[in-house]
């Protein structure tokens, strides 16, 4: 018998988390943890559907539901599926059609889109969420298999010279926590979603919470004592270190190469800390050739893969005047 549950209590702790251990496509984002940050940052919204079959988990989501105050918020809310939903591997198809489902009859009440953001590969079953309504839309990354010792001889030759340059010239690199670095790591940050990303950036109280985290990972870049970039990472014990955020200060001195140190430095702590993947959470789409942010990517000696995401638009009409307010909020930006 296949039942579906709607709230966290009525799902079995233990069961979520054997889950995560068994399953082919765990990501942190689909873990407890991540269900009760998503449930109080700022900003955000929890919502976690699951699906059992004779008393088992078989599958789960946890649903970030981003959305804004007023009219606009509401026009450009979304529900994103971080990393993709969390399935045993031989979940049958009517447990992840009545899973998917679910999911879509929840989140059309408060997102005019319903997305999978893929970190893992879901081949085996797009036909089942295509005939549950998602499209399937190409998405490349990288994963930089950290279970090897060589992670530094796949680099580009450029990328490590640019590693031993930043050193030599005075430039450091280590994990922090520090409250008040934290808020230089942010000014940055959000200088850079406003200049170049233009999409929204979370407040700064959702970095505070974040960092508070143990999975969270903080790695900054400093010169002469002040801070110059960084990079904040998350981690699925064991298996995978997600390169969430990062930025480096454009203006510093050519030789320092604040995001190329960042970078290094997790991928050097994944590769050191029992992470078996190192995961650089996105690197555009197949037809974006100028693609700047993949050509940073490539060099670090991963492998580029193309798990895509898969998108429900909940309501047409609402999903296209919500993509016009966010290409209009972007021309202001």
């Known amino acids: 018998m296949t039942t579906i549950l709607t709230s966290p209590e009525a799902i079995d702790s233990a069961q979520w988390d054997s889950l995560v251990a068994s399953s082919p496509v765990a990501s942190w984002f689909q873990t407890r943890e991540a269900y009760r ?7 955000y919204k929890a919502l976690v559907v699951g699906v059992e079959s004779d008393g088992q988990l078989r599958g789960l989501v946890v649903v970030a539901v981003a959305s804004g105050a007023g009219l606009v918020g509401r026009l450009t809310a979304r529900a994103i599926i971080n990393g993709g939903p969390l399935l045993a591997p031989d979940i049958a198809e009517s447990d992840l059609r009545a899973l998917l489902d ?10 005019i889109y319903t997305e999978t953001r893929n970190y893992d590969s879901y081949a085996t079953w797009r036909p089942v969420f295509e005939a549950a309504g998602f499209e399937y839309k190409p998405h490349l990354n990288f994963h930089i298999d950290t279970s090897l010792p060589d992670f530094e001889a796949r680099m580009s030759r450029y990328r490590r010279y ?13 994990e922090n926590r520090s409250p008040s670095e934290l808020k230089d790591f942010y000014a940055m940050l959000n200088q850079l979603y406003k200049q170049r990303v233009k999409r929204p950036l979370p407040e700064f109280a959702f970095f ?9 990972h903080l790695f ?4 002469e004592g002040k801070v110059i970039g960084g990079t904040l990472c998350v981690g699925l014990e064991g298996r995978t270190l997600y390169d969430w955020y ?3 200060d454009r203006e510093v001195s050519k030789s320092l190469f604040p995001d190329t140190l960042a970078t290094h430095a997790a991928i050097a702590y994944a590769a050191n800390h029992g992470y078996s993947r190192f995961d650089m959470m996105g690197a555009g789409t197949p ?4 693609y700047g942010v993949r050509e940073f990517k490539a060099q670090f000696g991963g492998t580029l893969v193309e798990h895509g995401r898969y998108l429900y638009v909940n309501s047409k009409p609402v999903y296209w005047l919500g993509s016009m307010v966010i ?5 202001k930006q």
Do not use: Y
């Not at 340059?165 to 280590?174: H, K, M, P």
């Not at 900054?220 to 010169?223: K, S």
């Not at 290409?327 to 021309?331: A, D, E, I, P, S």
């Open 102 to 111: 679910a999911t879509i009859a929840l989140c059309k009440k408060c997102a």
């Open 162 to 174: 640019k590693v031993r340059r930043a050193l030599r010239e005075g430039a450091s690199v280590d």
């Open 287 to 290: 037809d974006d050739g100028g």
């Open 37 to 43: 940050f998503f449930g109080s940052a700022p900003g």
């Open 208 to 216: 505070e919470q974040l960092l508070q985290l143990p999975s969270a």
């Open 246 to 248: 990062g930025c480096g």
């Open 220 to 223: 900054l870049v400093r010169h």
């Open 327 to 331: 290409k209009l909020m972007k021309g």
